[in-house]
């Protein structure tokens, strides 16, 4: 943190700094009485030092809609298509950068657009998705929902094979795989539901994430 | 002879000698004409038992010693086995006996006299022979004619005969099974006889018989037909599956009108009577079970499981159910002595515990309950009390704490009143104050804006509030006028007089004439401030309701104008002297208003959810999302039914809020976050 220049801010020094986090590496125990339950410390303090990188993050970002191009240059420079967990740490800092005034959940349409940005070409329903969310959804999108989003698009195929009802899903994904059903039951014609989907370059891509 | 070695001639000798005797008889049988056939057989049977038993003592030194040496066969038992050789199973006798012993039993069915003492001896003679020459020779080749004769005799008998009839004949056919039986056939046939009935009448034919059109089970249920359905029970009881199909039928025919009864648009008008026709459903069935299908338990579960099925198909059976209870504890049990009051609160009870929403019934039971108290209407303070200490077993004591709450608060204003106006002694000619202080949170109080009490009331509400807060300090008072009521005495323009009992709005209006000929809605509405929807309708009550109408409006009309303009009703004229305005009856609750309480049920379950999810992941500490779905139904059922999408939710919010958190390996596991 110390690294960065007071007025600068710069994408690759937070995403290496978020990482480092989620990873715990930063954490020193060794102090008395941490040792009990270690595990729950570990967390408050991840959570803590998560948060002033956040509150630090806010102080210097000027102008917060550029935050889908730094996350795109990002984005760009990272090798995601190798190692799933990189991909998976890539997508949590994602939403951790779209957070905004120090609250937990994000708004629908920064959710959307982030959605759009990090999972394309990797999740075979995600116009779909969108498309739903935006239309149906009232509540800003919490971090649970946003995690499972990914744990969802990696576990069901575009005909919603693999999708198990009593899969600990969101609400919003049970929902959201309803509303498909429905469409799909009404619309006979099941073939063109199946065909957009396969139009969109999105194959090859969904093959590579697998480690 | 023996003693000489001539055993073995001597032996023979009797077998020849027995033989050709034997074969004599025979003969003498076989000439018999007849039904003197048997006799013949009987007597011969008996000369020989005696011949025999003579011969035996005769030769028994032979018997004791010869024989067991050589190992032939005792003497007792040769003559017996060269009986059946030579006569029992000689060609013509044989098929002869089983025929005219077939013929004698199929006689007595179709309902001759035979002579039983005859049968009975042959019958003996047979077993006497040995087990085996009994089977053989007669059980089997009977009971293989008496299935074919009772295939054919139900066959006849189910095409012209309705259900019930059929099962007494049934009945009857088994009987008399088991009683020739006794008479004269071994007694191990009798399980074999009446498992040939069993099959050949009823097994057969079950199907048949239970759905048998006008006249089947479900016909039989209709007409509370016990006898028949008793005897159903009884006989299908013998055959494999036959209670299952019983119960089957019943069950679904319970539910289908449990289920008409329910969705009924004409049971649904009145509340009262809906739940009185699943009472008499329940008694009906009941009764059933008791009477024709002793008791079984199997049956009593799916009696209980088909109600629990239908009642809850309606939602507004929480609701019903509070207003049964209201309207019996309002005036039904007047005159009624205190055990039928018992018994009908025990029923119930009964319809109750089929409840999934039992917090839906407490919600509206505690509005009922405080429009009975408020008013003063309950009738039995006894009966009051007994339903909640009922609700109490059934549900447990944080289901009833706030009912009980509100008879706590009922006692202790009138001591408080008591104690009021014995410390205000100058009141007694003015105006009288009745206080209810009611506990906020134990009531189902609406938030409600004051309304301008008349000066008179006000001074008196003021006095109340110093003495009340004089003795209970740090307490907040606040006026719930929309629940009040007044008894007020008028006179009208012929010097009628008249105690007029009306609600704490309806005073505050008419007291507004104390002064004042003619008034108009404005003025009304800016006198009391009472809420608009509250003073039209308080206004319609005085002015429209015929017999009721102490005030006269212009213009005439059923609804009330913002212009309108109102005047005391000189006219006014009751029979009675004590005249009730306008009174607050529990009504059933209009589509906005079920939908309001609805939803409020729906976010009291929230809380309720969550704590019982953090209850139990507190305690496990890490647990799948199944279980925990599982574990938070279980635990809420004696309330309500947790719907599974909502407890999700609920989940979700505790992870945002840190209460929990997916497992990082197992997206499906929780963990508890201390």
């Given at each position: ?30 102090e008395?009485?941490y ?8 967390a ?5 030092r ?8 806010e ?15 990002l984005m760009?420079?990272l ?8 991909f ?8 951790f ?35 739903f ?38 609400v ?14 009404s619309?006979?014609?099941s ?9 969109e ?6 093959e590579?994430?697998?480690? | 002879?023996?003693l ?29 004409q ?7 057989l ?11 038993q ?6 028994m ?48 069915r ?12 042959i ?6 022979l ?5 089977q053989?020779?007669?059980?089997k080749?009977?009971?293989e ?6 295939r ?26 088991i ?5 004269y056939?071994d007694?191990k046939?009798?399980?074999k ?30 007409n ?12 299908s ?5 036959g209670?299952?199909?019983?119960r ?29 026709r ?11 079970i ?10 009593q ?38 055990e039928?009051?018992?018994i ?7 319809i109750?515990r ?8 407490e919600?509206?039971y ?5 429009k009975r108290?408020?008013?003063?209407k ?8 007994s339903?909640?200490?009922?609700l109490k ?8 704490s706030k009912?009980e ?5 009922m006692k202790?204003s009138?001591?408080?009143?008591q ?10 000619d ?67 007089k ?9 005073m505050?209006?008419?007291?507004l ?82 939908q ?15 704590a019982?999810i ?30 599974p ?13 840190e ?10 596991m929780?963990r508890?976050?201390?």
């Open positions: 943190m110390d690294s960065l220049g007071p007025n600068r801010f710069d994408i690759f020094e937070i995403y290496r700094q978020f990482c480092e986090l989620r990873r715990g590496d930063t954490y020193v125990c060794g008395e009485g040792r009990q339950d270690e595990e729950s410390q570990r408050k303090y991840s959570r803590d998560l948060n002033q990188l956040l509150k630090m993050v102080s210097r970002m000027h102008t917060r809609t550029a935050i889908f191009d730094e996350l795109h240059k760009l420079q090798d995601l298509t190798v190692d799933f967990s990189e998976s740490c890539f997508y949590d800092f994602v939403f950068m779209c957070r905004e005034n120090g609250q937990k959940n994000i708004t629908i349409s920064r959710a959307v657009a982030a959605w759009r940005l990090v999972l394309a070409g990797r999740f075979r329903l995600l116009d779909k998705w969108c498309n969310v935006e239309e149906y959804q009232r509540h800003n999108i919490s971090e649970d929902t946003w995690q499972q989003v990914l744990a969802f698009s990696r576990c069901v195929h575009e005909n919603l094979e693999g999708y198990d009802p009593e899969g600990a899903w969101p919003l994904i049970d929902d959201f795989v309803e509303h498909m059903y429905r469409i799909s039951g619309n006979k014609d073939n063109a539901f199946c065909c957009c989907v396969d139009s370059p999105q194959l090859c891509a969904y590579d994430t697998l480690p | 002879m023996v000489h070695k001539f055993g073995e001639k001597l032996y023979s000798g009797l077998v020849t000698t027995m033989t050709a005797h034997l074969k004599e008889i025979s003969k003498s049988i076989e000439a018999a007849g039904n003197l056939f048997l006799e013949e009987n007597r011969k049977w008996n000369d020989h038992n005696k011949a025999l003579m011969i035996r003592d005769i030769l030194y032979m018997d004791r010693t010869y024989i067991p040496d050589t190992h032939k066969t005792p003497v007792h038992e040769l003559g017996l086995n060269l009986w059946r050789d030579n006569i029992i199973h000689s060609g013509k006798i044989q098929s002869r006996l089983l025929s005219t012993l077939l013929e004698l039993v199929h006689r007595e179709t309902g001759e006299v035979i002579d039983r003492g005859l049968m009975r001896n019958v003996k003679m047979l077993m006497d040995g087990s085996s020459v009994y053989e020779d007669f059980e080749p009977f009971l004619v008496s299935a074919e004769f009772y054919g005799e139900s066959q006849k008998f189910i095409e012209c005969y309705d259900c019930g009839d059929y099962l007494k004949k049934a009945e009857i056919r088994l009987n008399e099974e009683e020739r039986v006794t008479h056939l007694a046939s009798e399980g006889i009446t498992n040939v009935v069993e099959k050949e009448m009823i097994a057969n034919h079950m199907m048949r018989l239970v759905h048998m059109e006008n006249s089947g089970l479900v016909n039989m249920l209709l509370d037909k016990h006898g028949d359905l008793g005897r159903m029970y009884n006989l009881r013998r055959v494999p599956n209670l299952a199909m019983i089957d039928v019943m069950t679904s025919h319970l539910r289908e009108t449990g289920k008409q009864l329910v969705t009924d648009a004409e049971s649904l008008k009145d509340p009262v009577e809906y739940v009185q699943l009472l008499d459903e329940k008694e009906k069935y009941d009764g059933i008791s009477l024709a299908f002793s008791n079984d338990k199997t049956f579960n799916a009696l209980n499981s088909s109600f629990e099925y239908f009642i809850n198909l309606n939602s507004r059976s929480p609701e019903f159910i509070s207003l049964f209870v209201d309207d019996k504890l309002r005036k039904g049990l007047k005159g009624v002595s205190e039928d009051v018992e009908i609160l025990d029923k119930v009870m009964m109750f089929y409840l999934q929403e039992k917090d839906v019934f919600k509206y505690k509005q009922h309950l405080a108290l408020l008013s003063g309950t009738v039995s303070d006894d009966a009051e009390r339903l909640i200490v009922n077993t059934a549900c447990g004591y944080q289901y009833t009912l709450g509100m008879f706590t608060d202790t009138q001591d408080t009143t104690g009021f106006c014995s410390s205000h002694p100058e009141l007694t003015g105006p009288t104050l009745v206080v209810q202080v009611l506990t906020t949170g134990s009531w189902p109080t609406q938030p409600s804006i004051t309304c301008h009490l008349p000066f008179e009331m006000s001074a008196l509400c003021e006095k109340f509030r110093s003495y009340y807060l004089g003795t209970h300090t740090g307490r907040r008072l606040s006026w719930q006028t929309n629940m009040g009521t007044a008894d007020i005495k008028a006179i009208f323009g012929k010097g009628q008249h105690e007029l009992n009306v609600s704490t709005y309806q505050c209006v008419l007291m004439f104390n002064n004042a000929d003619r008034l108009c809605y404005k003025e009304i509405e800016q006198g009391t401030a009472i809420p608009a929807s509250h003073l039209k309708r308080c206004l319609q009550s005085m002015a429209c309701v015929k017999g009721k109408n102490v005030l006269r409006k212009e213009p005439m009309s059923k609804d009330i104008g913002e212009d309108d303009s109102f005047f005391v009703n000189e006219k006014f004229a009751s029979k009675f002297y004590k005249v009730k305005v306008g009174t607050v009856v529990a009504q059933k609750e209009s589509e906005p208003e079920k309001e309480t609805r939803q409020r049920v729906e976010e009291d379950r929230k809380p309720q959810i969550e019982a953090v209850r139990i992941m507190k305690s496990r500490k890490v647990l799948d999302h199944n279980n925990i779905i599982a574990e938070v139904t279980k635990q809420l059922q004696s309330r309500f039914l947790a719907n999408t909502e407890i999700k939710k609920r989940i979700e919010s505790l992870i945002e809020r209460f929990l958190e997916r497992d990082n390996s197992d997206r499906k929780y508890y976050l201390a």
